[in-house]
């Protein structure tokens, strides 16, 4: 992933949706009870990368001692709800169950949010593309785009 340097923001897009789904370890040891939860997600995460048409833009994981959290950015709800009811994530969500059933090894979770009218703001200095700037590309700040607010009123 190369720097950019210099100050840039997000394109605008009229609206995203932001998309987290994680995991918690509760008991380590149990690693033969959480381990399969863990990589349930990896077949989904290379579908969504290598098929575009699916609507998703973009993706981040992110990993912590004991959570992992994975943060994906959708052109639109519809895109999102249409691959969660799609055969791969059927089977997976399935086999999620059973794995999570009477299993307090580990925790899951995933909170999804339509940000809508552009209503988000961003900046990024000396970075390489990351979060929404990666998932709608990025554009290098100038004037009316100096401030937070002014990425805002756009």
Known sequence: MSVLNGRYTSRKQESVTVFLIGMRIN???AVHRWLPVLTAMYPMMRELESHKELGCLSMESFFRLRTTLLVQYWETPDDLMVYAKGPKHLKAWKTFHQRLKNNDAVGFYHETYVIKDGAFENVYINM???GIGQALG?????????SASDRLKR
């Open 27 to 29: 008991r380590v040891r």
């Open 128 to 130: 390489p593309t990351m």
């Open 138 to 146: 990025v554009e290098q700040i100038i004037r009316g785009t100096q």
